[in-house]
């Protein structure tokens, strides 16, 4: 499967916005997906993952109440809107997908999923 993010930009604090992972190639609607962030000079951090049919989402402490993951599975998207965004959200923005169990140890962990977007970037202004 290829993955396709977009939608990153230059927001102020406390503004919005929705990043898409557009999805292509066989079978994607089966994938699990999720969204990663890194920072400069910081590790890749979990940030949101839906499961293949919508119906579980699951967030990181640090956007749980801002941000809200979901998908169209009719048009092979996923999306990632982005609230109340903070200084601290300023990072490059991947989308990932994973085949299989969906467990947390592995729903969170970069090394869980299968194919990965180019990342879209992020930056918040205060």
């Known amino acids: 499967v290829q993955l396709q993010a977009s939608g990153g930009g230059l927001v102020q604090a406390g503004d919005s916005l929705r990043l898409s992972c557009a999805q292509s190639g066989r079978t994607s609607r089966r994938y699990h997906m999720g969204w990663f962030r890194q920072a400069p000079g910081k590790e890749r951090e979990f940030v949101a993952a839906v499961n293949w049919s919508g119906g579980s989402t699951y967030y990181a402490d640090s956007v749980k109440g801002r941000f809200t993951i979901s998908r169209d599975n009719t048009e092979g998207t996923v999306y990632l809107q982005m609230n109340s965004l903070k200084p601290e959200d300023t990072a490059v923005y991947y989308c990932?997908?994973?085949?299989?169990?969906?467990?947390?140890?592995?729903?969170?962990?970069?090394?869980?999923?299968?194919?990965w977007g180019q990342g879209t970037l992020v930056t918040v202004s205060s």
């Open positions: 990932a997908a994973r085949n299989g169990i969906f467990e947390e140890s592995i729903r969170t962990r970069a090394y869980g999923y299968d194919y």
